[in-house]
């Protein structure tokens, strides 16, 4: 199966590589891909994988699925995703 959606924050090749690391650290889950310019992840798991662990992973590197934070939490997210797109430009380009 393929899982594909949209995520805030997504704005650079170091978002990109922190969010790749991430999905790859679940077993099951194959072929990620993260779309800078239209802000979305896919990947490919077997039926019954947990998706929801995913998106919360990546809601906690402050990267959450379109739609689902706003006000004072969303503020708070964004700068975990300023921190995680630097820690991901400093792995990337190193």
Do not use: R
Not at 36 to 49: A, N, Q
Not at 60 to 89: D, F, M
């Amino acid at each position: 199966m393929t899982t594909s959606f949209e995520i805030d924050n997504l704005k650079c090749s170091g978002c990109s590589g922190t969010i790749t690391k991430a999905l790859n650290s679940f077993k099951g889950l194959s072929q990620p891909h993260v779309d800078i310019e239209h802000e979305t992840v896919s990947f490919e798991h077997p039926e019954g994988f947990q998706v929801e662990k995913v998106k919360s992973k990546l809601e906690g590197l402050g990267y959450p699925e379109k739609g689902t934070l706003s006000g004072l939490k969303k503020l708070g997210v964004n700068a975990i995703s300023y921190v995680s797109c630097a820690i991901g430009k400093m792995t990337t380009e190193s």
